[in-house]
């Protein structure tokens, strides 16, 4: 027998590569499940006695320390709130859903956002981590690029939606995430992801809502804050509008 050999037919090496296969079988086992801790069981149309949670099973609750001292549970019985505002566009099971009354205000499909926690952002200062540059003296517009702060806001139909009258940096990141506008004769601010535009030294464009539909973008509860499920809320409403901000985005190309 050769060097490492422990039978005729069995050595150090195989018994190493069987091994390895076992290891690397419970891992992909291990990290399946673990990716069942939120989503699961999913809801069947059949039937609500039906529990879909597939091959692995669902994991056992764990507990989960956040940085700001709270504990969560995961998984957990936790059920969205959230009304389904959509109906479906056939009787068969698994049809497309329409949204009920208006769609930009349905929160289905594009515009769906999920139940994030409705508390603000820190960094790790625990300093709040999106504000408006009104409130914080260490950042600015670079020389080099266009200030849109007083430029007016147009929607996909050329109609003004409002002004822009500051923008909220991410102190950790050092880089700008939302236009404040404010809306004419709405007597309101709201905010605009900053990647739903296309600033100019004239005009900040807006392609995924129409001016009028600036006065509809969802507010956040503080002038100078918002939460996590404030910014799921805004960037549903400017996501949903590429396609139901017009009867004529839902139709088919062709």
Known sequence: MGTGAITGYIDVAQIALYVFWGFFAALIYYLHQEDKREGYPLESDRSDR??????????????????????????????????????????????????????????????????????VDLTLDDLPRIVPLRSVSEFDVASEDPDPRGLPVVGADGVVGGTVR?????????????????????ERRVLLPINFTRVSNR????????????????????????TLLEEDKIMAYYGGGTLYATPQRQEPLL
């Not at 500051?166 to 709405?186: C, H, N």
Request: charge should be negative; proline fraction near 11%; glycine fraction near 6%.
């Open 203 to 226: 005009q900040v464009s807006v392609v995924s809502i129409l001016g009028q539909q600036f006065a509809q973008v969802p507010l956040t509860r503080d002038p100078d804050l918002i």
């Open 50 to 119: 039906i529990v879909v949670q597939g091959w692995p099973p669902i994991p056992k609750p764990k507990s989960f320390l956040l940085r700001d001292g709270r504990v969560v549970m995961a998984p957990n019985t936790k059920v969205s709130a959230q009304a389904i505002n959509a109906a479906p566009v056939a009787p068969h099971l698994g049809a497309a859903l329409a949204p009920i009354g208006d769609p930009m205000l349905a929160a289905v499909g594009p515009g769906s956002y999920a139940d994030r926690s409705d508390l």
């Open 166 to 186: 500051d923008l909220w940096i991410d102190r950790s990141d050092a880089m700008f995430r939302y236009l404040e506008v404010e809306v004419p004769g709405a």
